[in-house]
C-alpha cells in the first residue's frame, strides 16, 4: 500500500499542528525574543542588549528559526557597514493576542504554581 499527500502536503508537515507549533514557540528564548519585537523594529545589537541573559549564538540560532517559520522578517540593508533589522511579520503579529494572555495567565498564577511545587 502506498502513503497518498494532498498537494499541500510537504516534508516540513507535522501530523500534530499543536505539538509542531509549541515545539518552536515553547523553546526558552522565542516568546521572549517575539514580545521583545511586539510593535517595533530592532537591530540585533538592541534586541541582544534589551533581552540581555541570551547569547550572541542562541539568539541568532532563535531568529533564524523563527524566520524560517514566519513569525519574523529579517530586512537587510546596503549599507556601510550592513544593517539588519527584525520585526514581527503579519503572522507573528497574529501570534500577539495568544501570546500575550499566555503572559498574562503565567504573571497571574506564578505564585500559585511556585507554590504547588514546593508541596510535592
Not at 522578517?73 to 507573528?92: C, F, K
Request: with cysteine; net charge positive; hydrophobic share 35%.
Amino acid at each position: 500500500m502506498t502513503k497518498q499527500f494532498d498537494d499541500t502536503s510537504s516534508q516540513f508537515d507535522h501530523p500534530c499542528p499543536i505539538r509542531d507549533v509549541l515545539d518552536r514557540i515553547g523553546d526558552q528564548w522565542s516568546l521572549l525574543i517575539l514580545k521583545t519585537l511586539e510593535n517595533r523594529t530592532i537591530r540585533f545589537t538592541a534586541l541582544h542588549k534589551e533581552i540581555g541573559d541570551i547569547s550572541r549564538q542562541m539568539l541568532s540560532r532563535t531568529l533564524k528559526k523563527l524566520e524560517k517559520d514566519g513569525y519574523i522578517v529579517r530586512t537587510i540593508y546596503a549599507e556601510t557597514p550592513p544593517r539588519v533589522e527584525y520585526a514581527l511579520s503579519d503572522l507573528g503579529q497574529s501570534f500577539l493576542k495568544p501570546m500575550n494572555a499566555l503572559i498574562t495567565w503565567a504573571n497571574d498564577n506564578h505564585k500559585a504554581i511556585n507554590l504547588a511545587r514546593r508541596k510535592s
